[in-house]
């Protein structure tokens, strides 16, 4: 059985570069928005303010800590601005407060020169922007790099030994479902060790803003989305590739609305796509038991009961309706795995599955 639940993760301590470092303006790209960091250069003092507070929020964590450099380009740096960045974060490694450090930066600026500047550092996991492997969709957003950039930087950094994570949106311009999938496609054959994906919003002050106010652009729906990145999660699943993080990062901005003009964010959103899955089961397990019109009982992990339950009880809802039942009851069961269910009827206490 598909397990949707991500392994566990390290304590990140996030550091926001909003467009430093980046060449282009990509149509759909507003870091400011999404971060809620101004454009400013941020500087060593407030890399290590930054992270002295986040440690103190870590208290009995005892996840591996990582300090995480986000939003912008980071190979696209200055070498100077890079290593000063860096060094930060390194005098906690070699204090032992911290693990490791991992950045985030485009595929163009990934070659042997900018990794002999990272190499001296307790850097491990890179993170590659590649949003999409069509070469037309990749020209249309603006992204000022092709397909074969992601992957010559994957074989790059492979070489040296680097965790690896590939970074997808869909919903862009010019891609369907059937785009999308491919694009899922070619970044699995490079094996990255994790993905994430991101369904395309119109931010405002973007380009795709004004691509929708002047009607050329249309974002995918909440519902199109959250069911296509299900059937993406899944064949990353089965690829064993697992997926970290499905959509957006909640913000104040952007819960707000004060940074979205359209399309599909939710602060839920990676929660609504796991929810489909369990409902996914649960509906493939009463269908096959033939069960109707009965007292039925679903076991989860305690983890998973909200996922179970779906937003507002919108699955329990649901399976209530379809399959006309008495009663659902979702309960929780730690012997389970977060990723499984187990279906008892209520009536019998007769277990199922």
């Not at 639940?5 to 870091?31: E, K």
């Not at 311009?173 to 491919?182: H, I, Y």
């Not at 991101?198 to 729906?221: D, F, H, M």
Request: glycine letters at 6%; aromatic letters at 10%.
């Amino acid at each position: 059985m598909v397990n949707p639940i991500p392994t566990r993760r390290p304590f990140i301590i996030p550091i926001f570069l909003p467009h430093a470092g980046c060449p282009h303006q990509c149509v759909f790209c507003n870091q400011t928005s999404i971060t809620g960091v101004g454009r400013d250069t941020v500087s060593p003092e407030k890399v290590e303010q930054q992270i002295i507070k986040f440690l103190g929020y870590k208290g009995n964590d005892f996840r591996p800590v990582q300090v995480a450099f986000y939003g912008g380009n980071f190979l696209g740096l200055e070498k100077d601005y890079i290593e000063r960045l860096l060094n930060v974060p390194a005098k906690f490694v070699k204090n032992k407060e911290v693990d490791a450090i991992r950045f985030s930066t485009r595929p163009d600026t990934i070659n042997h020169d900018q990794i002999k500047i990272i190499k001296n550092y307790p850097v491990t996991t890179v993170e590659i922007g590649a949003q999409s492997m069509d070469d037309r969709v990749l020209d249309m957003a603006k992204r000022g790099h092709t397909a074969l950039d992601t992957q010559k930087a994957v074989f790059l950094l492979k070489e040296v030994g680097y965790t690896i994570g590939l970074q997808m949106m869909v919903g862009l311009p010019k891609e369907d479902e059937a785009g999308s999938l491919s694009t899922a496609y070619r970044i699995s054959e490079l094996e990255p060790d994790f993905v994430r994906i991101y369904p395309t919003i119109v931010l405002k002050n973007s380009l795709l803003a004004r691509w929708y106010e002047n009607g050329t652009y249309r974002p995918w729906s909440l519902e199109r989305s959250i069911a296509h990145v299900k059937t993406l999660y899944l064949f990353f699943k089965k690829k064993n590739i697992p997926v970290i993080r499905m959509g957006l990062q909640a913000s104040e901005d952007l819960d707000s609305g004060a940074a979205v003009l359209t399309g599909p964010y939710h602060p839920a959103f990676g929660h609504m796509v796991y929810s489909q899955i369990f409902l996914d089961m649960a509906t493939a397990i009463l269908e096959k038991k033939k069960i109707f019109h009965e007292k039925v009982v679903l076991s989860v992990h305690p983890r998973s009961i909200s996922k179970m339950k779906g937003m507002k009880n919108h699955n329990v809802d649901i399976l209530k309706k379809r399959f006309q039942l008495q009663s659902l009851k979702i309960v929780p069961d730690p012997s389970l795995d977060e990723g499984k269910l187990a279906l008892s009827l209520q009536s019998t206490f007769q277990n199922i599955i």
